[in-house]
């Protein structure tokens, strides 16, 4: 008899927090893209806009504070290669 999926993948508790505030340009852009996206694929507008674009949709939605995402709190380590993090290849 097999195990079931679950028990073969540790779960681990990763302290995991729901954002409306955007801590950088780059995560913002990143929201707003994945919600275009999902608006491109059929999704309705969660706020009135004269716009037909799925990127400008997006960013009203993102600007009126409909749009929340979550933000895992993932310790950052360091590498562990030892050296120059580019290897230098000779010839």
Do not use: H, W
């Not at 990143?30 to 960013?59: F, M, W, Y």
């Amino acid at each position: 008899m097999g195990t079931p999926a679950s028990s073969s993948f540790p779960l681990e508790m990763n302290p995991m927090t729901i954002e409306t505030q955007f801590d950088s340009n780059y995560r913002k852009v990143l929201v707003a893209a994945r919600r275009a996206r999902q608006i491109q694929n059929g999704s309705q507008a969660l706020v009135p806009t004269r716009s037909s674009k799925a990127c400008r949709i997006a960013q009203d939605e993102i600007n009126a504070g409909k749009i929340a995402y979550v933000k895992n709190e993932v310790e950052v380590t360091e590498p562990l290669v030892e050296g120059p993090a580019i290897p230098i290849l000779l010839s």
